[in-house]
């Protein structure tokens, strides 16, 4: 079975540019997050997914951060314009439902601003 | 305070050793899931517990509803389990939202 696909991996660009993110959950799966890890703390939730509506979006900075998910299928997190402090590795997981069943991890794409 | 809480943040320990990294939460929760983040590398789920105990190989996971604890346990423990282990708490209301502890980072060293 694959897993949950990100890209890319790495990405460097200065600030107040912008950025894009891609996931593609697991087939099948309804529920789709997106998380912040900055370096040396726990992932935050930045958006979660029910298929293509949104279910929680309260932590996401919505001046810079944009995410969609149109088809409910695969996501995009956008950034624009970033930020020094938007530097962090961007998870995505997914799960079968709200409150069904484990996570399952992206490999993360991890973002540098200059 | 957090309402997830992880101890201790850092265990060095010796091959072979038996590791214990413990978490507390605060509020009431419909499951805990453990996590394993290996330096560099995505997250990977160990276990997800609502009650009792779990086993998977080297690793016991256990969990005390009412004292809102939960432990998890490597036996013979080696270097290839360096790594940094989080527990997060999927909440009990609304949309039962994951709430993360900040992470135990365990070195074994050979």
């Known amino acids: 079975e694959a897993g949950v696909a990100q890209s890319p991996r790495y990405k460097i660009i200065e600030k107040r540019q912008s950025v894009a993110f891609w996931c593609n959950p697991i087939s099948g799966h309804a529920t789709l997050y997106w998380y912040q890890q900055i370096l040396g703390q726990g992932p935050k939730l930045l958006i979660q997914?029910?298929?293509?509506?949104?279910?929680?979006d309260s932590q996401l900075p919505k001046d810079r951060f944009s995410a969609e998910r149109l088809k409910g299928v695969d996501s995009t997190l956008k950034i624009q314009p970033a930020k020094l402090e938007d530097s962090a590795v961007y998870l995505c997981?997914?799960?079968?439902?709200?409150?069904?069943?484990?996570?399952?991890f992206g490999e993360g794409s991890r973002l540098t601003v200059l | 305070k957090n309402e997830v809480e992880q101890s201790p943040q850092n265990l060095t320990a010796q091959e072979g050793e038996f590791i214990t990294i413990n978490c507390s939460y605060s509020?009431?929760?419909?499951?805990l899931h453990w996590l394993q983040q290996h330096p560099g590398g995505g997250i990977v789920s160990l276990f997800m517990?609502?009650?009792g105990k779990k086993k998977h190989g080297r690793l016991i996971a256990t969990i005390n509803i009412q004292e809102k604890h939960s432990s998890l346990h490597i036996t013979a423990s080696h270097p290839r389990d360096s790594a940094v282990y989080i527990c997060a708490v999927r909440v009990n209301f609304g949309n039962e939202k994951l709430t993360f502890g900040t992470g135990t980072r365990l070195t074994i060293i050979p």
């Open positions: 517990l609502s009650s």
């Open positions: 997981a997914s799960s079968l439902g709200l409150s069904a069943g484990e996570l399952f």
């Open positions: 997914f029910q298929n293509n509506g949104v279910v929680d």
């Open positions: 509020v009431g929760i419909s499951a």
